[in-house]
């Protein structure tokens, strides 16, 4: 059996994904990368390399000589934080994935997931029910980047069959590690100061709805994508996947069943104008018929989750 890395695995995705992955392939084939010095304590019961995806040279280097075959290449600058750093963001969202593509085309590796996300749509996409084939006019760095991604991804596949499989992934919530700084991150920091006894601000106006997923169905969902039959495979930019679409109001009074005490009030800064931009809600209709695909959390059940396994703990780590 080929060996899997997961580059960018110290992120919100990366660590759940690099923890079902061993559970599923053993986590003696399963490689843990990331710039972090050292291994995350919830990742160190495998194989683990400090890696900077920029560094095109060790990244072959590293591919090549350990005979790794499949990568999950999720090291990114996420949308809040990429509009406070174009430029690097640009080289880190974009030279990171011609690395990887470059040696699928060459031979080296023989499947890649690289995740897209809402992000691609922009202001002039239709809001409600998002289609798979649309209007993409990203107004942010981050979708930008990922947007041309997408084509490129497509472009490799078509022109030299590289095995590219992608997701553009909603806004995603976990208990398990902190996100990283996208305009969904509201979703996950509200359970924390719920749990804490805390009021929360929230950086978007009350009613901005946005498509979100708990964490266990998109990792339910990359896996499942990556280990669908080839032919089945018929989108090579990126799949849309739904999930839930709420908005701040809707899962304040979801966390106020469960903790009556708990408060929120509204302070809307930058990632207003990012959040208006994407969709409501997504249609992942190709997703569904052509792998199965199929969320299985609601926001009651979330929620229920979220409260009972959040540890406050890890904000202080941050």
């Avoid at 005979?67 to 750093?85: D, G, P, W």
């Avoid at 649309?134 to 979708?143: A, C, N």
């Avoid at 596949?157 to 969904?184: E, H």
């Amino acid at each position: 059996m080929s060996k899997i890395i997961v580059i960018g695995a110290a992120g919100q995705i990366g660590t759940e994904l690099v923890l079902a992955l061993r559970k599923l392939n053993g986590e003696h084939r399963v490689v843990a990368a990331d710039l972090k010095d050292s291994c995350p304590p919830l990742l160190a019961g495998g194989a683990y390399v400090k890696m900077d995806i920029l560094d095109r040279d060790f990244v072959r280097e590293y591919i090549i000589k350990n005979e790794i075959k499949e990568v999950y290449l999720l090291a990114a600058l996420l949308s809040a934080t990429a509009e406070k750093n174009p430029d690097f963001a640009w080289k880190l969202n974009m030279e990171g994935l011609f690395t990887v593509l470059d040696l699928a085309k060459e031979g080296y590796i023989s499947k890649i997931f690289w995740p897209s996300s809402i992000a691609v749509f922009g202001p002039t996409t239709p809001m409600d029910n998002t289609p798979q084939h649309t209007i993409m006019e990203p107004s942010t760095v981050y979708g930008i980047s990922k947007q041309a991604g997408e084509r490129w991804c497509e472009y490799y596949f078509n022109k030299f069959n590289v095995d590219v499989r992608s997701i553009r992934y909603p806004g995603l919530i976990s208990y398990k590690s902190l996100p990283g700084g996208g305009t969904t991150d509201y979703a996950v920091d509200i359970f924390y100061k719920a749990k804490a006894g805390e009021k929360f601000t929230c950086f978007l106006k009350e009613d901005t709805a946005l498509p979100m997923m708990f964490m266990d169905d998109a990792i339910n969902a990359t896996i499942q994508l990556m280990e669908a039959p080839a032919e089945n495979i018929k989108i090579r930019s990126a799949y849309n996947l739904g999930g839930i679409s709420f908005t701040p109001k809707t899962i304040s009074k979801a966390i106020q069943k469960e903790i009556p005490s708990f408060e929120i009030d509204y302070q809307p800064d930058f990632r207003q104008a990012i959040a208006d931009s994407w969709p409501n809600s997504i249609d992942d209709t190709n997703a569904k018929k052509e792998w199965g695909w199929n969320h299985k959390f609601d926001l009651e059940a979330m929620v229920k989750v979220m409260l009972e396994n959040v540890k406050v703990e890890l904000l202080e780590t941050k």
